[in-house]
């Protein structure tokens, strides 16, 4: 049985700050520089949030953000934990703070210097300062390293096992990349992705090339989570959680869950999925449109499988028919995602999400987009969520 | 530096990679017997293969050989470098770097591939081509670049005998602590090591003697790893271990292309293995190409020490 929290909390306002390779300002800043601009899309004072949610990677602390911003008491902070995994986890916490009254307002926010500080890309190498040190000590030693090369040993199985080529991944990459063209707050706005540029591009660890993988990006996402009640008296169409769900598989790791029967079968947005289906009451052939967590090109195509869009062995030949693509069955990173727009460890995601169910993507597609689904990272405890209007 | 100056050092720099250092020259000495045995008593080498004639007429070769790894000494200058070296793109290079402040010098690795035996009166060829120069890295010399060099050594028919990769790091020099002066020896970078805890410890000293041990629950008897205080199947918390023989099967692999990392292989190749005794380990596959390597492909492994601080379990193919 899962929990009931169909409509129970709203998004009321989103917004990031610009993105860049070299923010020039505080994580702290890009925090309440997106935070203020979801409050200015909602039409609230930051006096009104009561409550914060964020990823534990996440540097700065709810009640220096609350000092910044000008806050006032806050009754609830939450933070999730897993990177990538923690992007629809923190909307999770918020959600359930909102549904069970613990707070009335809460921001979800997630602002890093993802390039110009600590990135991403180097992986666990250098000083070891986690708990999770024991972990990555059974694969530093050999060279497995970064996000990259844990990603390529599933996707490398996932290939063996599917026979889908990469030819998959490159038109996720371009597709992906085709959106992030008319976005003005994508790095990669107005340079498309042609063929041999990306057949041509650096290996990273095989079969992930260059423009297989997400940028390192500086910049902030937030958005802000209210009762249904309350979203009815703001400024923007109301856009509800119609379902929210975390999920951890058996024998997970983090990233390195290289010890199950099966190591390609990302079990956990398979749970996650089977729990935003049931507490939503909806389908996949419900879901309109989606924002699929991209930290790599594979990340896409093990979802769609996972969340049904398509079954196992056949995302290849689901995303090499279009169904990505603006008039596609199913418009997905109409952002530009994390590998064109910016790697905000997909909280730019609920961003996007909210804005196709408002209607007001820069990329809507031109059907009507009753529901969108928004997932987190792949290969990490991690989770998904579904938005849709009020009804 | 300013971002601008900084901007047009790197400019100068990278427009040496690639650029010849020098053509195919041959050694001044063709291959003979005192050099070798010159060099085998200096390293200690009593293998008779490369000094003992007679041994080596009934050895399989009908000849002795030169060591491998002497490959690179054949076309060293010798005692005339001490008059001053001739200029070349690579000391062109280097001076560049003296000239911004990057006096440091620092050898960090040597890598050799050997592709075929030369015996006395072989001639070796050498020529040489700057490889690759890394970006800026702040490293604890000081902030610096690595520059590598690739040598090929081929014999008087042209055929390829081995190469040798050289990395440098140019650094500006930092103050260093009174303690790290004097004799100090210099710190190669190795590889990033695993920390040890009470329930990882065990398995990785079993490692450094040479063992490779796979935790086994005392009550259920059911296999685990990575360890872990209590079995998952039972929960019992008593456990002992059983030595695995090293056998196994590629269930996914991968090779790290990027970024490079101080202190591993260039382009280290990492492995899901299934061991015969039924859990899975990630290691390393050595002693064949990438491009040889596929998911089912059979493995046997061997604990090697693979730098001077580090131990680990590496496979071959079976």
Redesign the interface.
Same mark, same amino acid.
């Given at each position: 049985m899962v929990a009931n929290i169909r409509d129970k909390a709203a998004i009321v306002g989103v917004a990031n700050t610009a993105f860049s390779k070299d923010s020039g300002v505080s994580e702290l800043s890009l925090a309440v520089q997106a935070i203020k601009g979801a409050c200015d899309d909602a039409g609230i004072h930051p006096r009104e949030i009561d409550g914060f949610a964020t990823f534990t990677l996440d540097t700065n602390d709810e009640i220096e953000v609350a000092r910044a911003l000008g806050c006032g008491d806050l009754t609830f902070w939450g933070r999730s934990h897993y990177g990538g995994g923690a992007a629809t986890g923190s909307l999770h916490q918020a959600v359930m703070a909102v549904a069970t009254g613990m707070a009335e307002c809460v921001a979800v926010f997630r602002a890093l210097n993802g390039r110009s500080g600590h990135r991403y890309?180097?992986g666990?190498?250098g000083e070891?300062l986690t708990a999770d040190?024991?972990?990555?000590?059974?694969? =530093?030693?050999?060279?497995?390293? =970064?996000p990259?090369?844990w990603t390529?040993?599933?996707t490398?199985?996932w290939m063996?096992r599917t026979g889908v080529t990469k030819e998959a991944m490159f038109e996720v990459a371009r597709c992906t990349r085709e959106y992030a063209v008319s976005n003005p707050n994508a790095f990669f706005h107005g340079q498309p992705l042609d063929r041999d540029t990306y057949f041509n591009a650096?290996?990273?660890?095989?079969?992930l090339q260059l423009f297989d993988c997400c940028q390192e990006s500086d910049g902030g996402s937030a958005i802000i989570v209210t009762t249904p009640q309350r979203a009815r008296d703001l400024k923007q169409p109301v856009v509800t959680v119609k379902g929210v769900a975390q999920a951890s598989a058996q024998g997970q790791e983090q990233m =390195?869950s290289?010890?199950r029967d099966e190591?390609?079968d990302v079990s956990e947005h398979r749970i996650a999925a089977g729990d935003c289906y049931e507490m939503s009451g909806l389908r996949p052939s419900d879901i309109d449109a989606a924002v699929i967590y991209d930290a790599f090109t594979p990340n896409v195509l093990l979802q769609l499988e996972a969340w049904d869009f398509c079954k196992f062995g056949e995302a290849g030949d689901f995303v090499l028919d279009g169904n990505l693509r603006p008039d596609g069955r199913l418009p997905t990173n109409t952002h530009g995602g994390q590998l064109s727009e910016a790697y905000i460890h997909g909280v730019n995601g609920l961003v996007e999400a909210t804005r196709l169910v408002r209607g007001q993507s820069v990329n809507q597609p031109g059907k009507q987009v009753d529901h969108a689904l928004v997932t987190s990272g792949v290969g990490i405890p991690t989770g998904g969520a579904i938005l849709g209007k009020l009804d | 530096m300013t971002p601008e100056e900084q901007k047009a050092f790197e400019d100068r720099i990278y427009a040496y990679v690639g650029v010849k250092v020098c053509e195919r020259t041959a050694a001044k000495d063709a291959v003979n017997p005192a050099m070798i045995r010159h060099w085998a008593e200096a390293m200690g080498d009593t293998n008779p293969a490369y000094t003992d004639e007679t041994w080596a007429a009934n050895s399989r070769r009908g000849k002795t050989i030169a060591p491998p790894a002497m490959m690179y000494a054949w076309n060293q200058e010798g005692f005339t470098v001490t008059r001053g070296r001739a200029s070349d793109p690579q000391t062109d290079m280097v001076e560049l770097f003296n000239e911004y402040g990057f006096t440091g010098v620092l050898g960090t690795n040597v890598t050799q591939e050997y592709f075929k035996e030369v015996s006395p009166g072989d001639t070796l060829y050498l020529e040489m081509e700057i490889d690759s120069i890394s970006e800026r890295k702040a490293t604890a010399r000081g902030i610096g670049y690595f520059f590598e060099t690739l040598a090929t050594f081929s014999d008087q028919n042209g055929e390829k005998v081995g190469t040798q990769r050289f990395r440098v790091l140019k650094f500006i020099p930092q103050e260093q602590p009174t303690a790290a002066t004097g004799d100090d020896k210099l710190e190669v970078p190795t590889r990033i090591p695993s920390p040890r805890g009470h329930d990882n410890g065990w398995w990785w000293q079993a490692v450094d003697e040479g063992k490779l041990l796979i935790q086994r629950c005392k009550r259920c008897q059911v296999l685990r790893h990575p360890p872990r205080p209590m079995c998952g199947e039972c929960q019992s918390l008593e456990w002992d271990s059983i030595e695995s023989g090293m056998e196994g099967e590629v269930i996914s692999y991968t090779c790290l292309r990027h970024p490079a990392i101080p202190g591993y292989p260039k382009d280290p190749v990492c492995a899901v293995i299934k061991l015969a005794e039924g859990t899975n380990l990630v290691a390393n596959i050595v002693g064949c190409d990438y491009d040889d390597v596929f998911i089912g492909m059979k493995l046997k492994g061997r604990i090697e020490q693979v730098d001077e601080k580090t131990t680990l379990p590496q496979f071959y193919p079976a």
């Open positions: 890309s180097q666990v190498s070891l040190a024991i972990h990555w000590g059974w694969y =530093t030693p050999y060279g497995l390293l =970064t990259a090369s390529a040993m599933i490398q199985r063996h650096r290996m990273i660890a095989d079969p =390195t290289f010890y190591i390609s | -």
